[in-house]
């Protein structure tokens, strides 16, 4: 009773421990006010002094005010070189605490000296006294405001010399103290609401603070709070000579799982992403945004290993209140400093590495190393040159027949665009156009591309349809679907001529968006494919809720047909699948006769490939539909005529 008692009465006069947020910011409060103080205290006492010049021995007069001028201007030195440096936790705790120290001091002192000059003169004098103490105080106790513990000093030390006043002073002196004591308790009280009011604001900011930097779904740190980290770690890391590595995580298939379990299941998924990841302890973790999060990874860890380990991790199953869900995540890794030695490079090749794991090797762990370099400085030099290029002279394309396998009759042409750069040479679509896309300069390609297909339209027999290739970014915003719409327009070609090919992951970026460009292109008349199907995550629920006309079986089905049954019997189904959709199905990729002979058996009709014919230009096409029309066709693959 008596201890804890005794504790927080001692807690009055002592400066908040264990609280660094407060002190620093009690201290930079301080700093703002601390100076008038002493400015104000050193004045007023050669004021006093001054005043009492020759009514006391030489040594009570100026002695004192002399130490006191001395004291403060010494403290006023101290705080404006500390203010000049911001002092924060720790450090800013042990200079208010000296604060405290010197209230004692000089509170102490100025009122011991003050007293030893009253009754030395007139009553006039004497209330000089009475008011240098009692103003210069309530002055000092408003500067100090921040810092309970110091006010509350002050408050006790003026009581003494307040009682004695009251006991022994003149009537007038007496009645003067004791509004002081009046105001003095006012003031305590309003100042302790203040003092309340601020340390509530200082833990509202810290919070806010926090919060700033929080991902408010997972808990996690967020971007900001990972771009920070990756500063410290590499001035930390360039400082020591140590090493460490970023990773990039995407998740793989999650878009599928919030798009058909819903927003709701999509939250759960990457909460248990977040939980999974911080649980298993390989790093500090934190959420980039939308499905992508953050890694790093101190001293000399094997990275590869580590991914390895994340992709392992978040593969397992999702149970949820809606279902179970199932998705993967791929992880791109850069070391510093063997992959940069800046925080900005260093997120740039973690984040290449990770394209590169989603093109190449999805679902697993790449670490940037020095091939990816060259990579990079290739696209660098596909970027530069595809800037400068002149679209309508360095890009042209090429056409390939899809044929009706069964009757012989040439149903479309697909276009291929390549790309014959001054400097770089030819350029593989495989290439240029990932960094189109992603460089923003496909829109102007495209829209290029599409007007020369068109044109070249014009001479095909009427019923010769044109199947041309969007990017998921020409179909991203509705000024650029407005832009195809235009052209089309313009062409004055039957747009029921007209398939744009999309592929799956071009689709899944956001369903809405590509919904709604898909739909205002089929308002237009033109007919949808669903390019590369079978690559990707792509959810067969999709089907239903996209406009989509044509299904493109992705090659690599094709490939595997003849030596694996699971292929045909994939492909089969997804010819079941076009029927009942009511879907028109292409298969890609048809080298040899067996192949097709194959695919016919199952009941696919509509096929395109190297059998038919390679990719050719424009001009080559009577001739192809000449010898189409023969009763011998496709005598086997033929060479791509460029
Ligand atoms: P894609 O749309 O899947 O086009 C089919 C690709 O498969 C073409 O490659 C074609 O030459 C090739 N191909 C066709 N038949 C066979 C075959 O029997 N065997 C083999 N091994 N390959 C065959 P290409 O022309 O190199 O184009 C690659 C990809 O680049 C295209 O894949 C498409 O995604 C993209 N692309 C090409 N032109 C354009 C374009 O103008 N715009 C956009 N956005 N993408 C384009
Ligand atoms: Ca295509
Ligand atoms: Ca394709």
Wanted: one cysteine or more; hydrophobic letters at 50%.
């Amino acid at each position: 009773m008596f201890l804890p008692g005794l504790r927080r009465l001692i807690g009055l006069y002592a400066v908040r421990e264990n609280d660094p947020v407060l002190a620093t910011a009690q201290f930079q409060a301080l700093a703002r006010q601390i100076l008038m103080l002493y400015a104000f205290l050193g004045l007023n006492a050669v004021g006093l002094a001054y005043a009492h010049y020759g009514l006391a021995p030489d040594w009570v007069v100026i002695g004192p005010p002399f130490v006191l001028v001395l004291a403060v201007g010494g403290r006023s030195l101290s705080w404006i070189r500390a203010a000049r440096r911001p002092l924060q936790g720790r450090q800013a705790f042990a200079q208010l605490r000296m604060v405290n120290r010197f209230t004692v001091i000089l509170g102490l002192s100025a009122s011991l000296w003050a007293s030893l000059l009253y009754g030395r003169g007139d009553s006039a004098s004497d209330m000089h006294v009475i008011f240098f103490l009692t103003i210069t105080m309530m002055f000092c106790m408003q500067c100090l405001a921040h810092l309970r513990s110091a006010a509350h000093i002050l408050t006790t030390i003026a009581v003494p010399y307040c009682l004695y006043f009251i006991a022994f002073g003149e009537p007038m002196v007496q009645m003067a103290v004791v509004s002081y004591v009046l105001v003095l308790i006012g003031s305590t009280a309003m100042q302790s609401f203040a003092y309340r009011d601020f340390c509530h604001l200082v833990d509202l900011t810290a919070e806010n603070g926090r919060l700033a930097l929080t991902d408010m779904l997972t808990g996690l740190p967020n971007r900001r709070a990972f771009t920070a980290r990756l500063e410290e770690a590499v001035a930390q890391a360039a400082a020591t000579g140590g090493r460490f590595g970023v990773g990039m995580i995407d998740l793989d298939g999650f878009k599928p799982v919030n798009d058909s379990l819903g927003h709701g299941a999509g939250d759960a998924v990457l909460r248990e992403v977040a939980r999974r990841l911080e649980a298993a302890g390989l790093g500090w973790v934190a959420r980039l945004g939308g499905d992508e999060f953050g890694l790093i990874v101190e001293g000399e860890a094997d990275l590869e290993a580590i991914g390895g380990q994340v992709c392992a991790l978040l593969r397992q199953p999702y149970l949820l209140r809606e279902g179970s869900a199932q998705i993967g995540a791929s992880v791109g890794f850069a070391r510093f400093p063997e992959a940069a030695a800046g925080a900005e490079t260093l997120v740039d090749r973690a984040d290449f590495a990770l394209y590169h794991a989603k093109t190449c090797r999805r679902g697993s762990a790449v670490c940037f190393a020095p091939a990816h370099e060259a990579a990079l400085r290739r696209d660098a030099a596909i970027e530069q040159a595809l800037r400068r290029a002149d679209l309508a002279r360095e890009f042209h394309l090429l056409y390939q027949p899809i044929v009706d396998a069964v009757s012989g009759r040439v149903e479309a042409y697909e276009a291929l665009a390549r790309w014959q750069s001054p400097t770089l040479g030819a350029v593989s679509p495989a290439d240029f156009i990932p960094v189109a896309e992603r460089s923003g300069l496909i829109r102007d390609l495209t829209r290029a591309m599409l007007g020369q297909a068109l044109d070249t339209m014009r001479r095909w027999p009427a019923d010769r349809r044109l199947s041309f290739n969007l990017s998921a970014h020409d179909i991203a915003a509705p000024e650029s679907v407005d832009g195809l719409t235009a052209i089309v327009v313009a062409s004055g070609i039957d747009p029921g001529r007209i398939v744009f090919e999309v592929t799956e992951s071009g689709l899944m970026r956001d369903l809405g968006d590509a919904n709604r460009a898909l739909a205002s292109l089929k308002a237009l008349g033109v007919k949808i494919a669903l390019d590369d199907f079978g690559t990707g995550y792509f959810s067969l629920s999709y089907l239903q809720r996209l406009p989509v006309d044509r299904l493109k079986i992705d090659r690599s089905f094709v490939t595997r047909l003849t030596e694996d049954a699971t292929s045909l019997a994939i492909v089969r189904s997804i010819l079941d699948l076009c029927r009942h959709l009511d879907l028109d199905c292409v298969v890609e990729g048809i080298e040899t006769a067996d192949q097709m002979l194959l695919l016919r058996s199952v009941g696919c009709r509509m096929m395109q490939g190297y059998l038919f014919h390679r990719p050719m230009p424009a001009d080559a096409i009577p001739a192809f539909e000449a010898a189409a029309a023969e009763p011998t066709r496709w005598p086997g693959p033929c060479s791509e005529a460029a």
